[in-house]
């Protein structure tokens, strides 16, 4: 189902062939399982839900057909979401499907980096059914959001003008930096107004300049007293550390995105981020 006015390549951010996705939702709550299906139902009006209680009934399901996406919480009857997530892997053709752990522990869970490479991604329960559907359209049926700003530090130019390109095919404005000092006299020149002056930052961590992309973190959050819905980061990072990566979501990065740059998670990440502070 496209989107008027939306670029031809959006398409091309899909995890679905069809129009009509079919999303597996798996929670050993019968009431978990028919809310998020309720709300799916409503957001997504061609979805096709398909409750499990555990991983051997998710199982079974699969065997019958392809999904499109999956949702499991961390504790199951018979496993746990990560159980899960390598079942989902194991079935044939399911190898790229993404794979959502939704719990009210998955924050913690995140920052201890105990989630699998088999997890795609993860929210957090406490934002809301409909935080979830519109994070789960983001996948299946990602939309712009036009004239969204991004604020964007990136000290190499050749990575910058490739993820630029990618963010600006989805209609978001991209102010490029080059240094923290220069994206902090451009926060400072908004500072105390109602518009921060962009409706999200990402930036990476490891730049060539005395401040590093932590540093940029440390001032939007205990500086500036931006909140992660008032004022959004993403840091990119190259560092495979589990404990460097703990320590920037501890610090207040609403999410990490990967390097090398994975164009579909960063439109997705990016995307939700900036739909989540709306729903602020």
């Keep these: 189902m496209s989107v008027t006015g939306a670029p031809a390549n959006v398409d091309k951010l899909r995890h679905m062939a069809g129009t009509a996705p079919r999303v597996m939702v798996v929670d050993g709550s019968r009431v978990v399982r028919r809310l998020i299906g309720d709300v799916l139902s409503r957001e997504l009006p061609d979805v096709r839900v398909v409750p499990c209680a555990g991983i051997a009934?998710?199982?079974?399901?699969?065997a019958e057909g392809p999904v499109d996406l999956v949702t499991t919480s961390l504790a199951l009857p018979d496993g746990d979401g990560i159980d899960l997530a390598r079942a989902v892997r194991d079935a044939a053709g399911q190898s790229y499907v993404p794979v959502i752990v939704v719990s009210?522990?998955?924050q913690s869970h995140l920052e201890s980096r105990q989630f699998t490479e088999d997890v795609t991604d993860y929210f957090d329960k406490s934002l809301g059914h409909a935080a979830l559907a519109t994070f789960i359209r983001g996948y299946v049926q990602p939309e712009p959001v036009p004239g969204a700003r991004v604020l964007y530090v990136e000290d190499s130019r050749v990575v910058a003008l490739a993820t630029k390109r990618m963010l600006e095919r989805q209609q978001l404005e991209v102010t490029h930096f080059t240094g923290v000092e220069e994206a902090l006299e451009y926060l400072e020149a908004?500072?105390?107004q109602a518009d921060p002056g962009t409706n999200l930052v990402l930036t990476d961590v490891y730049l060539k300049g005395e401040l590093e992309g932590s540093d940029l973190l440390d001032r939007i959050r205990n500086d500036f007293g931006y909140g992660k819905r008032r004022l959004p980061v993403l840091v990119m990072t190259g560092?495979?550390?589990a404990d460097n990566q703990s320590a920037l979501l501890r610090a207040g990065a609403n999410d990490l995105v990967l390097k090398p740059i994975e164009e579909r998670l960063l439109i997705t990440k990016?995307?939700?981020?900036?739909?989540l502070a709306k729903l602020a």
Excluded at 57 to 62: G, P
């Design 57 to 62: 009934e998710a199982t079974r399901a699969l």
């Design 104 to 106: 009210g522990d998955a």
């Design 190 to 192: 908004h500072r105390g």
């Design 239 to 241: 560092d495979a550390n």
């Design 270 to 275: 990016t995307l939700f981020q900036l739909r």
